[in-house]
Protein backbone atom coordinates (compact mmCIF):
# COMPACT_ATOMS: atom_id res chain seq x y z
CA UNK A 1 0.00 0.00 0.00
CA UNK A 2 3.01 2.26 1.21
CA UNK A 3 4.26 1.95 -3.03
CA UNK A 4 1.14 2.69 -3.96
CA UNK A 5 0.70 5.95 -2.23
CA UNK A 6 4.75 6.88 -2.90
CA UNK A 7 3.45 6.60 -6.72
CA UNK A 8 0.55 9.14 -6.22
CA UNK A 9 2.99 11.49 -4.92
CA UNK A 10 5.43 11.25 -7.72
CA UNK A 11 2.78 11.67 -9.87
CA UNK A 12 1.22 14.68 -8.15
CA UNK A 13 4.63 16.24 -7.73
CA UNK A 14 5.32 15.75 -11.56
CA UNK A 15 2.56 17.04 -12.45
CA UNK A 16 2.62 20.47 -10.76
CA UNK A 17 6.18 20.50 -11.48
CA UNK A 18 5.48 20.19 -15.38
CA UNK A 19 2.37 22.63 -14.77
CA UNK A 20 4.54 25.44 -12.80
CA UNK A 21 7.17 25.12 -15.53
CA UNK A 22 7.07 27.61 -18.53
CA UNK A 23 6.78 26.73 -21.89
CA UNK A 24 4.26 25.02 -24.54
CA UNK A 25 1.22 23.82 -23.50
CA UNK A 26 1.12 21.18 -26.11
CA UNK A 27 4.28 19.26 -24.89
CA UNK A 28 3.00 20.14 -21.63
CA UNK A 29 -0.18 18.04 -21.69
CA UNK A 30 1.61 15.34 -23.93
CA UNK A 31 3.76 15.17 -20.57
CA UNK A 32 0.81 15.19 -18.01
CA UNK A 33 -0.75 12.13 -20.12
CA UNK A 34 2.76 10.12 -20.24
CA UNK A 35 3.59 9.99 -16.78
CA UNK A 36 0.57 8.19 -15.31
CA UNK A 37 1.44 5.87 -18.67
CA UNK A 38 4.88 5.80 -17.16
CA UNK A 39 4.10 5.16 -13.84
CA UNK A 40 1.46 2.62 -14.36
CA UNK A 41 4.37 0.65 -15.74
CA UNK A 42 6.94 0.98 -12.89
CA UNK A 43 4.57 0.09 -11.00
CA UNK A 44 3.97 -2.74 -12.48
CA UNK A 45 7.59 -3.95 -12.28
CA UNK A 46 7.69 -2.84 -8.48
CA UNK A 47 5.06 -5.78 -7.81
CA UNK A 48 7.35 -8.34 -9.74
CA UNK A 49 10.68 -7.84 -7.67
CA UNK A 50 8.79 -7.38 -4.04
CA UNK A 51 9.84 -10.73 -3.56
CA UNK A 52 7.38 -14.47 -3.06
CA UNK A 53 4.73 -15.14 -2.77
CA UNK A 54 3.13 -13.18 -5.99
CA UNK A 55 0.25 -11.45 -5.24
CA UNK A 56 -2.13 -12.51 -8.29
CA UNK A 57 -5.36 -13.61 -9.23
CA UNK A 58 -6.12 -16.95 -11.11
CA UNK A 59 -4.93 -15.31 -14.47
CA UNK A 60 -1.30 -14.13 -13.48
CA UNK A 61 -0.15 -18.23 -13.21
CA UNK A 62 1.36 -18.82 -16.18
CA UNK A 63 -0.69 -21.23 -18.19
CA UNK A 64 1.81 -24.12 -18.13
CA UNK A 65 3.99 -25.07 -14.88
CA UNK A 66 5.85 -27.38 -13.07
CA UNK A 67 3.78 -28.12 -10.08
CA UNK A 68 6.38 -28.29 -6.90
CA UNK A 69 4.25 -28.01 -3.68
CA UNK A 70 1.03 -26.45 -2.62
CA UNK A 71 -0.58 -24.98 0.81
CA UNK A 72 -4.11 -24.41 1.74
CA UNK A 73 -5.38 -21.92 4.16
CA UNK A 74 -9.01 -22.78 3.85
CA UNK A 75 -11.23 -20.57 2.99
CA UNK A 76 -9.06 -18.20 2.39
CA UNK A 77 -5.62 -18.88 0.38
CA UNK A 78 -4.19 -20.88 -1.73
CA UNK A 79 -0.20 -21.04 -2.04
CA UNK A 80 1.31 -23.10 -5.13
CA UNK A 81 4.76 -22.96 -5.25
CA UNK A 82 6.04 -23.84 -9.18
CA UNK A 83 8.55 -23.65 -11.93
CA UNK A 84 7.06 -21.26 -14.48
CA UNK A 85 6.88 -22.66 -18.13
CA UNK A 86 5.39 -19.96 -20.09
CA UNK A 87 4.58 -16.67 -19.02
CA UNK A 88 4.95 -12.76 -20.38
CA UNK A 89 6.67 -9.65 -18.82
CA UNK A 90 6.31 -6.44 -18.69
CA UNK A 91 9.52 -4.00 -19.67
CA UNK A 92 10.80 -4.03 -16.48
CA UNK A 93 10.20 -6.70 -14.75
CA UNK A 94 12.19 -9.49 -13.22
CA UNK A 95 13.25 -12.42 -15.43
CA UNK A 96 13.47 -15.37 -13.95
CA UNK A 97 16.38 -17.67 -15.11
CA UNK A 98 15.07 -20.93 -16.33
CA UNK A 99 13.80 -23.58 -13.89
CA UNK A 100 13.55 -20.87 -11.02
CA UNK A 101 10.34 -21.96 -8.88
CA UNK A 102 7.82 -18.92 -8.21
CA UNK A 103 5.29 -18.79 -5.44
CA UNK A 104 1.90 -17.30 -5.86
CA UNK A 105 -1.33 -16.89 -3.52
CA UNK A 106 -4.44 -17.68 -5.01
CA UNK A 107 -7.74 -16.74 -3.54
CA UNK A 108 -9.72 -19.77 -2.01
CA UNK A 109 -11.48 -21.74 -4.58
CA UNK A 110 -12.91 -25.54 -4.08
CA UNK A 111 -12.13 -26.48 -7.39
CA UNK A 112 -8.84 -25.32 -7.00
CA UNK A 113 -8.02 -26.80 -3.49
CA UNK A 114 -9.13 -30.17 -5.47
CA UNK A 115 -6.48 -30.03 -7.90
CA UNK A 116 -3.97 -29.13 -5.49
CA UNK A 117 -4.68 -32.11 -3.49
CA UNK A 118 -4.51 -34.07 -6.54
CA UNK A 119 -1.48 -32.66 -7.90
CA UNK A 120 0.27 -33.12 -4.33
CA UNK A 121 -1.43 -36.95 -4.68
CA UNK A 122 0.32 -37.21 -7.84
CA UNK A 123 3.77 -35.74 -6.81
CA UNK A 124 4.23 -38.31 -4.05
CA UNK A 125 3.29 -41.02 -6.18
CA UNK A 126 5.73 -39.79 -9.13
CA UNK A 127 8.72 -37.64 -7.46
CA UNK A 128 9.04 -33.94 -7.48
CA UNK A 129 9.36 -32.13 -10.75
CA UNK A 130 7.01 -34.61 -12.68
CA UNK A 131 3.65 -32.97 -12.03
CA UNK A 132 2.77 -30.27 -14.07
CA UNK A 133 -0.82 -27.76 -13.75
CA UNK A 134 -2.29 -26.29 -16.87
CA UNK A 135 -4.79 -23.47 -16.40
CA UNK A 136 -7.95 -23.47 -18.62
CA UNK A 137 -10.77 -20.89 -19.04
CA UNK A 138 -14.04 -21.55 -19.74
CA UNK A 139 -17.16 -19.41 -20.31
CA UNK A 140 -19.76 -21.23 -17.88
CA UNK A 141 -23.39 -19.55 -17.93
CA UNK A 142 -21.96 -16.23 -19.39
CA UNK A 143 -18.94 -15.98 -17.32
CA UNK A 144 -15.35 -16.62 -17.59
CA UNK A 145 -13.79 -19.38 -15.06
CA UNK A 146 -10.44 -20.58 -14.61
CA UNK A 147 -9.57 -23.98 -13.31
CA UNK A 148 -6.33 -25.80 -12.81
CA UNK A 149 -5.87 -30.02 -14.23
CA UNK A 150 -3.22 -31.69 -13.10
CA UNK A 151 -1.03 -34.15 -15.52
CA UNK A 152 1.78 -36.19 -15.22
CA UNK A 153 4.89 -34.80 -17.36
CA UNK A 154 6.24 -37.51 -19.98
CA UNK A 155 9.73 -38.54 -18.84
CA UNK A 156 12.57 -36.31 -20.29
CA UNK A 157 14.51 -37.38 -23.28
CA UNK A 158 17.66 -37.90 -22.74
CA UNK A 159 20.75 -38.95 -25.00
CA UNK A 160 22.07 -42.48 -24.88
CA UNK A 161 25.26 -43.05 -22.54
CA UNK A 162 28.39 -43.28 -24.37
CA UNK A 163 28.11 -41.10 -27.33
CA UNK A 164 29.46 -38.07 -27.82
Known sequence: MSVTILFVLLFALAVWSIIHVRGHWGIKAVMILAIPVVLWVMYGAVNSY????????????????????????????????????SGSHGVLDY????????SYRLPYSRSLHKA?????????????????????????RGHRTTTFIPYILPPPHLPPKGHS
Open 50 to 85: RGYPKHTGLNGVPSQVVFLSCLVEEPKDIYLWAIPL
Open 95 to 102: RPKHGEPR
Open 116 to 140: CETADKQVQQSGVGSVGIRRKQAKK
